[in-house]
C-alpha cells in the first residue's frame, strides 16, 4: 500500500504488483482491484493531494530514500499499523488483529462467499492455485479447531 503510486490507478481500478510476488516469483502477476467509493474516500481523506503519475498515494515515503530506506520505512510503518489495530481489536473484543490476519479474513470472507478460487488466488498475488488452496485450508483448519475448543469449554 505505501508502494502505491497514482500512475497505478486507471479506470476505476488500481493495479500494482505485490512486493512479495515480485520478490520471490519468476512469474509477475499484476493484482488489480476496482476502487470502491470507501476506497475513494479513504485516498480523499488521507491521500497525498498532489495526484502527479509518480506521486506516492500515500505519503509515507518520498521517492528519495535508498532501497534501504524504503524497507525500513514500510517495515516500521506497518509495524506501527499492527500496533494500533491490535489496540483496537482489544477495545472492540477482537484478538490477534494485525495486517496478516486482515489478509487472511479477506480471503475467508471471499471464500464463504462463494469467490470463485481463481480470482481470491489473483487478488492474494499467487501464481499458483495450489497455493491459494493451502493457504484457505489452512484457516478452514483453524476455524475447526476454534470450533472444537467452543464446544468443550465447559469451564466458561
Known amino acids: 500500500m505505501l508502494t502505491l503510486k497514482y500512475s497505478n490507478i486507471h479506470n476505476g481500478e488500481i493495479s500494482f504488483l505485490r512486493a512479495k510476488t515480485a520478490r520471490t516469483s519468476k512469474v509477475k502477476k499484476e493484482v488489480s482491484a476496482i476502487i470502491t467509493p470507501e476506497m475513494q474516500a479513504i485516498i480523499d481523506r488521507w491521500g497525498n493531494k498532489e495526484h502527479k503519475p509518480d506521486s506516492y498515494i500515500f505519503g509515507y515515503l518520498s521517492g ?54 481463481s480470482y481470491i488466488s489473483e487478488s492474494l498475488g499467487h501464481n499458483d492455485l495450489k497455493t491459494t488452496e493451502n493457504y484457505l485450508a489452512s484457516f478452514e483448519r483453524e476455524e475447526r479447531e476454534k470450533n472444537a475448543r467452543l464446544l468443550t469449554n465447559f469451564g466458561n
Request: proline residues 2%; positive net charge; aromatic residues 4%.
Open 64 to 117: 528519495s530514500e535508498t532501497p534501504l530506506e524504503q524497507k525500513d520505512k514500510i517495515q516500521s510503518t506497518v509495524k506501527l499499523c499492527n500496533k494500533r489495530l491490535k489496540k483496537i481489536g482489544k477495545a472492540v473484543g477482537i484478538d490477534e488483529i494485525s495486517t496478516y490476519t486482515a489478509r487472511h479474513s479477506f480471503a475467508t470472507v471471499l471464500k464463504r462467499s462463494g469467490a470463485n478460487i
